[in-house]
């Protein structure tokens, strides 16, 4: 088993001739990320001012369940949603077979093509259910865990510490399990809620790597 | 590892595949774990960057984390490269 770093220094030599083509399979990859990347450097370009502002949510409107209301719900939550997220959960699983079989091919010094990123699509219905599963899986250890967690500060009279700890300690046996499909975790970023970043350790560092 | 299992074995069912990927990590999860956080570094400067830097970080962090699933599986492959 080598070391952290000898596995860094190999990486790092294997992506000094390659590293552009291997940054073109993650973006292609990571579509969604590439497509947020362009929208910061856009708003760093465009509006300086507000790269590093923080803009607060207003007060929440008081709104009566009529069905102009209702309507309008509808309608700005279909303006919000992200159609990009949304199809980079469906693709996003076989991209991420391509992208792996691309990085195998070039750590083990064979000839490595962008293209490979594609060559995986008769893959797409065992990549995206195995991603479902996978997601299911840790979903459901962290629940117990939280539940857990929860009822045990709820039966030690700590009931309003329960919402704070009991995520924490539900992560544990979520990372643990997690770490056992862990790839899966950088193929499985929103794929059933944004919540579940907080399945992993995996997707805790992706979304830090995301959303900083 | 699924995708790694995936794309190495193409002909597995989905379980196959969950299963395969369990097998491999088993007894390796703190390995990973560690290597991860060795990432630390690069993710607070990322957020300093407000996530600019990440698309650049990937593939050398993608690279890390399939060697150590080749590192794993048959290490010999990472020795028969010149280095």
Redesign the interface.
């Known amino acids: 088993m080598r070391s952290r770093a000898e596995l860094k220094r190999i990486a790092k030599d294997r992506l000094r001739d390659a590293y552009w083509p291997s940054f073109a399979v993650i973006a292609i990859t990571f579509f969604a990320q590439t497509v947020q990347f362009l929208k910061n450097i856009y708003v760093a370009i465009a509006r300086p001012g507000m790269f590093f502002t923080v803009q607060p949510y207003g007060p929440a409107p008081d709104i009566a369940l009529t069905w102009e209301n209702l309507s309008f719900l509808v309608q700005s939550a279909a303006r919000q949603f992200d159609w990009v997220e949304f199809l980079f959960g469906i693709v996003g699983p076989v991209l991420m077979v391509g992208c792996a079989a691309y990085f195998l091919k070039l750590l083990r010094g064979q000839d490595a093509k962008v293209q490979e990123v594609f060559g995986y699509f008769h893959l797409f219905f065992r990549a995206l259910g195995v991603s479902i599963l996978v997601a299911l899986i840790c979903g459901g250890v962290f629940l117990l865990g939280f539940l857990a967690g929860y009822l045990f500060f709820w039966t030690i009279g700590l009931r309003f510490l329960g919402m704070a700890f009991a995520p924490l300690i539900a992560a544990i046996p979520a990372v643990v399990v997690s770490l056992g499909y862990s790839m899966v975790s950088f193929v499985m970023e929103k794929a059933l809620t944004s919540n579940m970043y907080t399945l992993s350790f995996s997707w805790l560092l992706h979304g830090v790597f995301r959303h900083g | ?4 299992v ?3 074995n ?1 002909n597995l ?3 196959e ?2 299963n395969e ?2 097998k491999i ?2 007894g390796e ?1 703190g ?6 956080l ?2 630390l570094g690069w ?1 607070i400067l ?3 960057f ?3 830097l ?7 962090f ?11 599986t048959n ?1 010999a ?2 020795s ?4």
């Open positions: 590892m699924v995708s790694f995936m794309a190495d193409p069912t989905a379980l595949v969950m990927s369990r990590m088993s999860k390995t990973l774990f560690v290597l991860l060795s990432f993710i990322s957020a300093l407000r996530g600019l990440t698309i650049f970080i990937y593939p050398y993608i690279a890390t984390i399939t060697g150590f699933y080749i590192d794993i290490p492959q990472l028969s490269i010149n280095l």
